[in-house]
Nanobody
Framework: VQLVESGGGLVQPGGSLNLSCAAS????????MSWVRQAPGKELERVAG????????VYADSVKGRFTISRDNAKDILYLQLTNLKAEDTAMYYC?????????RGQGTQVTVS
């Protein structure tokens, strides 16, 4: 299993970013996926989850209305669109091959809002 996140960076409050997660080594289209994040000194938080065919999308209350999760099963890629970013969104973002976010994760991509 390999999960490679990209798209993070430094952005001003109110800005936007688009994260991607390229998956390989497993049948991506058969797995629910999620995005999780971890800020320094804080616990891991699932920000969004999506089932294998794109249904049952869930968001953390803290990002609802601002983040959008999606997937392309033909390309084996998971996406997370981040808009109206806030300082409290600063964290390392990971994709996970489980709905809960507690499965395998990639190396992460850093999002800094400042």
């Amino acid at each position: 299993v390999q999960l490679v996140e990209s798209g993070g960076g430094l952005v001003q409050p109110g800005g936007s970013l688009n994260l991607s997660c390229a998956a390989s080594g497993f049948t991506f289209s058969q797995y629910a996926m999620s995005w999780v994040r971890q800020a320094p000194g804080k616990e891991l938080e699932r920000v969004a989850g999506i089932l294998s065919r794109g249904g049952n999308i869930v968001y953390a209350d803290s990002v609802k209305g601002r983040f959008t999760i999606s997937r392309d099963n033909a390309k084996d890629i998971l996406y997370l669109q981040l808009t109206n970013l806030k300082a409290e969104d600063t964290a390392m973002y990971y994709c996970s091959n489980t709905y809960s976010g507690l499965g395998q994760r990639g190396q992460g991509t850093q999002v800094t809002v400042s």
